[in-house]
């Protein structure tokens, strides 16, 4: 094969071999021990409300740059204003050796009006970039964090795996699924606070009853609208981004026809 025909098939052949951008593609482990904090812990402190000059060590940042490209691959071609690192809002905390990382969309900054099912997701970061769990909202189970009353009137918060209510006494029970139980405020942003409801019984699992149905207090007992029933927008560069300003907006029923018995006017 002469050299110029064999360099322009390696050419091709390297070419095909360039990954496309995808969104969660970084490696990310799943260990359900890692409880994600409930508690902004001395405070919450925002960048822009304050005149003052931060200073932010390498791991931080790395844990930081992890995410957010992990959120937002590098490599999109011309990507619409809430593909970009610029349209996300980032929150942190250090825990020991966790970097703990929330990322969740700005909508309005780029005049987004219809919400997906599912826009934001969190990271359990290693001081060494490890991600050591990834939560993505409205895809990956995550931990439920319930608020039970004691005997004495004060109340604790229960982190559990399950979304079967606990009881004061599966606290004591090492296989009763609890992961955590803390007595410090829930202060972090985005994390929903379930109460058991006095009374209820769960219904077994069966064919008639079908797993999410009438399981636990999420179901029968209300639950919790996170983004008004939206359809999905999609997280790709081709879907819907729910419109720009002034569009006409979601789509809505047509109107029911005219009652052929009605008198006319």
């Given at each position: 094969?002469?050299?110029?025909k064999?360099?322009?098939?390696?050419?091709?052949?390297?070419?095909?071999?360039?990954?496309?951008?995808?969104?969660f593609?970084?490696?990310?482990?799943?260990?359900?021990?890692?409880?994600?904090?409930?508690?902004?812990?001395?405070?919450?402190?925002?960048v822009?409300?304050?005149?003052?000059?931060?200073?932010?060590?390498?791991?931080?940042?790395?844990?930081?740059?992890?995410?957010?490209n992990?959120?937002?691959p590098?490599?999109?071609?011309?990507?619409?204003?809430?593909?970009?690192?610029?349209?996300?809002?980032?929150?942190?905390?250090?825990?020991?050796?966790?970097i703990?990382?929330?990322?969740?969309?700005?909508?309005?900054?780029?005049?987004?009006?219809?919400?997906?099912?599912?826009?934001?997701?969190?990271?359990?970061?290693?001081?060494?970039?490890?991600?050591?769990?990834?939560?993505?909202?409205?895809?990956?189970?995550?931990?439920?964090?319930?608020?039970?009353?004691?005997?004495d009137?004060?109340?604790?918060?229960?982190?559990?795996?399950?979304?079967?209510?606990?009881?004061?006494?599966?606290?004591?029970?090492?296989?009763?699924?609890?992961?955590?139980?803390?007595?410090?405020?829930?202060?972090?942003?985005?994390?929903?606070?379930?109460e058991?409801?006095?009374?209820?019984?769960?219904?077994?699992?069966?064919p008639?009853?079908?797993?999410?149905?009438?399981?636990?207090?999420l179901?029968d007992?209300?639950?919790?609208?996170?983004?008004?029933?939206?359809?999905?927008?999609?997280?790709?560069?081709?879907?819907?981004d729910?419109?720009?300003?002034?569009?006409?907006?979601?789509?809505?029923?047509?109107?029911?026809?005219?009652?052929?018995?009605?008198?006319?006017?």
């Amino acid at each position: 094969m002469a050299p110029r025909k064999l360099i322009f098939v390696i050419a091709i052949a390297l070419l095909s071999c360039v990954r496309k951008p995808e969104q969660f593609w970084t490696r990310a482990g799943h260990d359900r021990s890692i409880i994600f904090p409930v508690s902004v812990g001395s405070g919450l402190v925002e960048v822009e409300a304050q005149n003052a000059t931060y200073d932010l060590d390498g791991e931080v940042l790395r844990a930081l740059m992890i995410a957010g490209n992990d959120y937002i691959p590098p490599g999109i071609p011309n990507p619409p204003c809430w593909a970009r690192l610029e349209s996300l809002e980032y929150r942190f905390t250090r825990r020991d050796d966790i970097i703990f990382v929330y990322i969740s969309e700005d909508f309005e900054r780029c005049g987004r009006k219809l919400r997906p099912m599912h826009y934001g997701a969190k990271y359990a970061i290693s001081k060494d970039g490890r991600i050591l769990r990834r939560v993505i909202d409205g895809v990956d189970d995550d931990d439920h964090v319930w608020s039970l009353e004691t005997p004495d009137g004060g109340r604790v918060t229960v982190v559990t795996e399950s979304r079967d209510s606990p009881t004061l006494e599966d606290l004591d029970r090492p296989d009763s699924g609890v992961l955590r139980v803390t007595t410090e405020p829930v202060t972090m942003p985005g994390v929903i606070v379930i109460e058991p409801v006095p009374g209820f019984v769960p219904v077994p699992e069966s064919p008639d009853f079908p797993l999410g149905n009438t399981m636990s207090p999420l179901d029968d007992a209300g639950t919790c609208d996170l983004d008004g029933g939206t359809p999905d927008a999609g997280v790709d560069g081709g879907s819907p981004d729910g419109g720009a300003p002034g569009d006409a907006g979601p789509l809505s029923a047509p109107p029911a026809p005219p009652d052929a018995g009605a008198a006319a006017p």
